[in-house]
DNA sequence: TGTTAGCACTCTCTCTTAATGAGTGCTAAC
DNA sequence: GTTAGCACTCATTAAGAGAGAGTGCTAACA
């Protein structure tokens, strides 16, 4: 049994209504919505060679049809009409991304934030890459006695401090001193890179000042296993999903939000490893919770680079038209505000 | 009409029970669990007295009786045994406040975290108040052509940085010069006294050096109206309140979860203002979403001064005498920990 | 051969009704 | 002052009856 054109429409007709009205269509709704010149009769043989094909599913006999996983992705691939982000929806980005906005993490959240409030979804932002970035230069602040400010950049341009103690009392020429060194052997090396084998060899440079050293390479190791782990995830519009009908069961609720809590899991669902685009439906997912959810995700680049990756979630019923053009202008736009601020 | 000795204890035996078991409770059960030695008969007489002096309430004629807000105040003020904190617990903070930890935010994030697995309820920090923290010492980086970083230290420990452009370029000695004179004359005031008057005197100050000057202040001015609305709010074990049969019910879990997503509003639970340990019971609440929760909260201090809040947010149905031990032993060791850190 | 009308059948959803049970208030006896 | 007894109330649960939406199948039709 092959696809033909009519059934093409019938299942174009069930997957936008059942997004539309998540309630199972009948076949004489789709004849009395969809004009599709036969009668419901016919679109009844239809729908069961549909149903033969495992595109569409009944939640129970007599009651109408849903489209399975495979429906929608077939619906995706082959029915969807390509669609574009409104004017009034580009509108309301460009404006957001025009504010004058200072670190790159509040970049991030703004793009969350947006993403979730444009798509009425839940938006799930990867932060960038912390372990792939590269060290920039180093500089030392004075703080308390016994303690300094570390203030680190690196060369994707994000900016952190840390308070480290130093133990003794050390001279500001000294500390200079040390900061020049690490400078001049660490730039453009990958902080696990600079964890391997580059403290050694500055170690060996600096071994005159033993005790300084000892305590810098302390709390630059502690500082390189922080990063290593750390891998920032930025969620958006989880209430969203209460809206949904497919979660007004509180089990469910729970089950969801406790994944959102914990969020290790949540970034193989962005798959951020995968350039592009890439939208993967209900079963598809591998994390058991969001067998009935789908994610749209893209990659976002620095300078040719991919650094992260951002995504909504929401019911495998969801608007895949609307969320797939969203997402993809919005990691361009996010693309073009982060090469831009180099 | 008076409370007598076993009015007292019948009202106990309610409050205990329903903070239990979370139904209501007849005379019956009262008589069956507690060995008072009177029949439920007497009982019903009592609580029926108990009913009049607004203590207890029927949800309808004919099923047991829960406490009234009222009630659980009577119980808090009067009749509850003074909890502590279990060794096990104690345990568990020391160990968890031993780690190292090197920002204050962390300190503040960690207890919100601990503060709700140890009750089960969920825990609202407030956050140094930014306001209120006078300035220290400002430094500037190079970072790109044409932008600095700024790094602001302020008295309470604090340590931020953020990106300026700087419009031109500057040497670093001319970055040096204003640096010092800004610290020169900024130390120790509030960031609101600064923003007020001494910006002005600041530009008298360094006046041939219009321009450079003219981009500091627009700078810093950015910095500072941005701190002064951002006193951040750290919310832990929301989900907690999901498992409370108290929400079982999925609208009210959507108005509670809004609540939680802004911020502001949360702020006023607190009473940040008032010093020491406070129980809002019910409709002492002046946010209509809460009627049904309680607060416990109590201030922490940095030498002396209180600087924020903590507290946890449950249903009325809480248990009173645990929530206050621990909230108030939080306040104890946060208020150690965040001295010892100066 | 493809399409359509008709019809019996299935299954969910909702509404009604009845039974159960926990708990009360009141009265009268102790 | 305390208690036993009893009639009454009201939520909760289970069972049953329609109603409604939708299907699959058969037979007629173009």
């Given at each position: 049994m092959q696809m033909d054109e009519r059934k093409r429409k019938i299942l174009r007709a069930i997957v936008q209504d059942y997004i539309a009205t998540a309630e199972p269509i009948g076949s004489r709704t789709i004849a009395r919505k969809f004009d599709l010149g036969v009668s419901p009769a016919t679109i009844r043989n239809e729908m069961a060679d549909l149903e033969d094909l495992g595109l569409i599913e009944q939640p129970h006999t007599s009651s109408g049809r849903v489209p399975s996983d495979a429906g929608y992705r077939y619906f995706v691939d082959c029915?969807?009409?390509p669609q574009t982000v409104s004017d009034e929806q580009k509108e309301i980005i460009e404006r957001e991304s025009s504010k004058?906005?200072?670190?790159i993490q509040e970049v991030i959240s703004h793009t969350s934030r947006l993403l979730s409030e444009l798509t009425n979804l839940t938006s799930i932002v990867l932060g960038p890459q912390k372990g792939k970035s590269t060290f920039g230069k180093m500089h030392f602040l004075p703080y308390q006695p016994g303690q300094v400010i570390l203030v680190i950049v690196k060369e994707n341009g994000t900016v952190e401090n840390h308070i480290v103690d130093i133990g003794e009392n050390l001279t500001t020429d000294e500390l200079q001193q040390v900061a020049a060194v690490f400078n001049q052997k660490m730039r453009g090396y990958s902080l696990s890179q600079v964890k391997r084998s580059l403290l050694h060899e500055i170690y060996d440079e600096l071994s005159r000042q033993r005790l300084l050293i000892d305590n810098t390479l302390d709390m630059l190791r502690e500082i390189l296993d922080d990063n290593e782990q750390e891998e920032r995830i930025y969620l958006g519009g989880t209430l969203n999903m209460l809206n949904q009908p497919e979660f007004k069961d509180l089990g469910k609720v729970k089950t969801l939000f406790k994944v959102f809590e914990e969020n290790e899991s949540l970034?193989?669902?962005?798959?951020?490893?995968?350039?592009g685009l890439n939208v993967t439906i209900g079963g598809e997912n591998t994390l058991k919770e969001f067998k009935g959810c789908s994610v749209i995700s893209a990659t976002y680049k620095v300078n040719g680079l991919t650094i992260g990756a951002v995504g909504v979630l929401g019911p495998?019923?969801?608007d895949y038209g609307k969320a797939i053009a969203i997402v993809d202008f919005m990691t361009r736009s996010l693309t073009e505000i982060l090469t831009k601020r180099r």
């Amino acid at each position: 049994m092959q696809m033909d054109e009519r059934k093409r429409k019938i299942l174009r007709a069930i997957v936008q209504d059942y997004i539309a009205t998540a309630e199972p269509i009948g076949s004489r709704t789709i004849a009395r919505k969809f004009d599709l010149g036969v009668s419901p009769a016919t679109i009844r043989n239809e729908m069961a060679d549909l149903e033969d094909l495992g595109l569409i599913e009944q939640p129970h006999t007599s009651s109408g049809r849903v489209p399975s996983d495979a429906g929608y992705r077939y619906f995706v691939d082959c029915l969807m009409d390509p669609q574009t982000v409104s004017d009034e929806q580009k509108e309301i980005i460009e404006r957001e991304s025009s504010k004058r906005i200072h670190e790159i993490q509040e970049v991030i959240s703004h793009t969350s934030r947006l993403l979730s409030e444009l798509t009425n979804l839940t938006s799930i932002v990867l932060g960038p890459q912390k372990g792939k970035s590269t060290f920039g230069k180093m500089h030392f602040l004075p703080y308390q006695p016994g303690q300094v400010i570390l203030v680190i950049v690196k060369e994707n341009g994000t900016v952190e401090n840390h308070i480290v103690d130093i133990g003794e009392n050390l001279t500001t020429d000294e500390l200079q001193q040390v900061a020049a060194v690490f400078n001049q052997k660490m730039r453009g090396y990958s902080l696990s890179q600079v964890k391997r084998s580059l403290l050694h060899e500055i170690y060996d440079e600096l071994s005159r000042q033993r005790l300084l050293i000892d305590n810098t390479l302390d709390m630059l190791r502690e500082i390189l296993d922080d990063n290593e782990q750390e891998e920032r995830i930025y969620l958006g519009g989880t209430l969203n999903m209460l809206n949904q009908p497919e979660f007004k069961d509180l089990g469910k609720v729970k089950t969801l939000f406790k994944v959102f809590e914990e969020n290790e899991s949540l970034k193989k669902l962005l798959q951020p490893y995968q350039e592009g685009l890439n939208v993967t439906i209900g079963g598809e997912n591998t994390l058991k919770e969001f067998k009935g959810c789908s994610v749209i995700s893209a990659t976002y680049k620095v300078n040719g680079l991919t650094i992260g990756a951002v995504g909504v979630l929401g019911p495998t019923r969801m608007d895949y038209g609307k969320a797939i053009a969203i997402v993809d202008f919005m990691t361009r736009s996010l693309t073009e505000i982060l090469t831009k601020r180099r």
